[in-house]
């Protein structure tokens, strides 16, 4: 069975704490998940591996008019290196083309080379700083951007 992408719910609450536990040295509370969960604009989705009934990736975006601004993606360190961000991102793309959005944009630190690698691969190009963005270290965000239209 392929691997696929496909909205999260509360259901899936707790393997996504997990991921974000697993993936970030100051990880989301629970409230910020189950709020995003309830706004129209937000987009929680999973990578769930063929046969899987827990998702192995989440990706968490809002649709703002013609832009979609990623928040937050996360895979477990145990699926790490087997497309599944990529997968995630492909199909955030895919989704974007369908429904005509203009921009994507996310911040990322800026010593992530995993990640802006990644990034890089999908056309997002650097397009500002924000100092100091991150709490646990202040380490400066990069603003990335890719372009659709």
């Avoid at 911040?107 to 990034?119: I, P, T």
Wanted: aromatic share 12%; proline share 6%.
């Amino acid at each position: 069975m392929p691997p696929s992408v496909r909205p999260l719910d509360a259901s899936h609450l707790a393997a996504i704490l997990e991921i974000e536990r697993l993936s970030y040295a100051t990880p989301w509370p629970t409230s910020v998940f189950t709020e995003e969960m309830q706004h129209e604009w937000s987009r929680l989705w999973g990578w769930f591996p063929g046969g899987f009934a827990a998702p192995a990736g989440f990706l968490l975006f809002w649709e703002v008019y013609d832009e979609v601004h990623v928040l937050n993606l996360a895979v477990h360190p145990s699926m790490r290196r087997r497309g599944v961000a990529r997968g995630l991102l492909a199909s955030l793309f895919h989704h974007c083309r369908e429904r005509s959005f203009k921009l994507v944009t996310l911040e990322v630190r800026s010593s992530n080379q995993a990640a802006l690698g990644l990034y890089g691969s999908f056309d997002f190009r650097p397009a500002g700083v924000r100092k100091g963005y991150y709490s646990d270290n202040l380490e400066d965000a990069l603003i990335m951007v890719s372009q659709l239209a």
